[in-house]
């Protein structure tokens, strides 16, 4: 397998948790932990935190800040295919804690070399923040960004781009939490 980076957007402003979703707990251990472990645990060694929170430096990861603040996860890919020095970019936000080495290494086996994005699909969503990203793409994220043009989804569709629908074993494992509700879910 060719070597291949991993980068976990963390910037967000988690407006609707309330407080930085990657800090928040599970099983004692922050959300952003429990990612970098599976990341680790599918061999990945080159793993860096897209963040301004240096709080996250307890992990002995490199972290760096978006190119351009505060443009959602548009900036935050930008600034990692920036970043990167290998062809190949796993982009994962901080909110799915419950990601296992063995979906990691399920998406790297699945990348689709013909196109630059090789996107996840949960039930009938796509989810592009759990994805293999080309280095390639940097320039059309450059465009949007230029353009004020800031829906990740919109971004996707105009890259070449397979989506690959996650097995029904792990759809529980890949959930999202944006919310409190959420959160008080998973912790149940």
């Not at 645990?41 to 860096?48: G, K, L, M, S, V």
């Not at 890919?77 to 982009?91: D, G, K, P, R, V």
């Not at 390639?136 to 569709?157: D, P, S, Y």
């Amino acid at each position: 397998m060719a070597t291949i980076s991993a980068y976990i957007i963390a910037g967000g402003k988690s407006s609707r948790m309330g407080s930085d979703k990657g800090m928040l707990l599970l099983n004692e251990t922050v959300f952003i932990a429990h990612i970098v472990k599976a990341l680790q645990e599918a061999t990945i060694q080159n793993i860096t935190i897209v963040s301004t929170n240096s709080d996250y430096d307890f992990l002995n990861c490199n972290r760096i800040e978006d190119i351009y603040p505060d443009k959602g996860p548009v900036g935050g890919i930008f600034t990692a295919l920036s970043h990167s020095q290998t062809e190949q970019n796993i982009i994962l936000s901080v909110d799915v804690p419950l990601i296992s080495a063995e979906i990691i290494t399920w998406l790297i086996n699945n990348i689709d070399n013909e196109k630059l994005i090789t996107q996840v699909k949960i039930a009938d969503k796509t989810s592009p923040l759990i994805a293999v990203y080309n280095r390639k793409a940097v320039t059309v994220f450059e465009e949007h960004l230029k353009r004020e043009q800031l829906r990740l989804r919109m971004v996707v569709e105009a890259i070449p781009h397979k989506t690959i629908e996650v097995p029904d074993k792990w759809c529980a494992l890949l959930q999202n939490i944006n919310t409190k509700e959420d959160y008080q879910n998973l912790i149940k």
